[in-house]
């Protein structure tokens, strides 16, 4: 089955992500894969690449990325919680006069009408929040 | 039928009642996170529908140290487990 995993959790403040991630690496085993991971709410700082953790703890950002190289998913990013949070790409720093920006491949920015796209397309839609 | 993803402790939260309540007959619930706590809670166990299937996932209960502490009425599960059980259900519900 194809699955859509939302995720609301901010990286290190709740279980959600790690639990998010968990849930991803189970799919490819049982037959099911994992078709895209929206970034919602909170959720949307496990897009910043700006994130370092200790060298002991999981690199939530990273994670993510390796999510997308192994099962080729797609990692969407709410453009509208992004933006509000100071999370966003190259392109919305320059029209917002910004010169830095935290957000690049393989996250994506886009609207939550991708989300709807997203979860009409898939078999399962599941949800991890904090 | 509907998995009901659970994941607040009913010692801190009045989510794992409200879940309970919109559980219809063939439904499941399964504990996961801090949601584990409830699986210990003899009045939340209690008051568990006999026609919803209640699991707790192992792998946050041995996190939190509460492996063998489960009431009779919660069935324990792996990861592989809840993905299934996500297949099996045609659609879930996170509760928090």
């Known amino acids: 089955m194809k699955y859509t995993l939302i995720?609301?959790?901010a990286p290190y403040s709740s279980q959600a992500a790690h639990s998010a991630l968990r849930f991803a690496r189970a799919l490819p085993g049982l037959g099911h894969t994992v078709a895209t991971v929206f970034f919602y709410h909170d959720g949307v700082y496990n897009a910043s690449t700006l994130i370092t953790p200790p060298q002991d703890e999981p690199h939530l950002n990273q994670a993510w990325a390796d999510l997308k190289t192994t099962q080729g998913c797609e990692l969407l990013v709410c453009v509208a919680a992004a933006l509000k949070r100071g999370v966003m790409n190259d392109?919305?720093?320059?029209r917002h006069g910004g010169e830095v920006h935290n957000l690049g491949?393989?996250?994506e920015l886009t609207g939550v009408g991708q989300?709807?796209?997203s979860a009409q397309s898939s078999d399962r839609t599941v949800t991890f929040a904090p | 039928?509907?998995?009901?993803?659970?994941?607040r402790s009913?010692?801190?939260?009045a989510t794992p009642d409200d879940a309970l309540r919109a559980a219809v007959p063939g439904d499941a619930l399964v504990l996961v996170e801090d949601g584990v706590y409830c699986a210990l809670?003899?009045?939340?166990?209690a008051s568990l529908p006999l026609d919803v299937a209640v699991y707790v996932l192992s792998e946050d209960l041995e996190a939190r140290g509460l492996g063998a502490r489960t009431d009779a009425r919660v069935q324990t599960v792996t990861v592989d487990d809840f993905v299934e059980l996500t297949a099996t259900h045609s659609q879930s519900i996170s509760w928090f």
């Open chain 1, 91 to 94: 392109a919305e720093a320059r």
């Open chain 2, 1 to 7: 039928m509907t998995l009901h993803i659970l994941n």
């Open chain 1, 105 to 107: 491949e393989p996250f």
């Open chain 2, 10 to 13: 009913a010692f801190s939260s």
């Open chain 1, 115 to 117: 989300l709807l796209a």
């Open chain 1, 7 to 9: 995720v609301y959790g």
């Open chain 2, 41 to 45: 809670d003899a009045r939340w166990c």
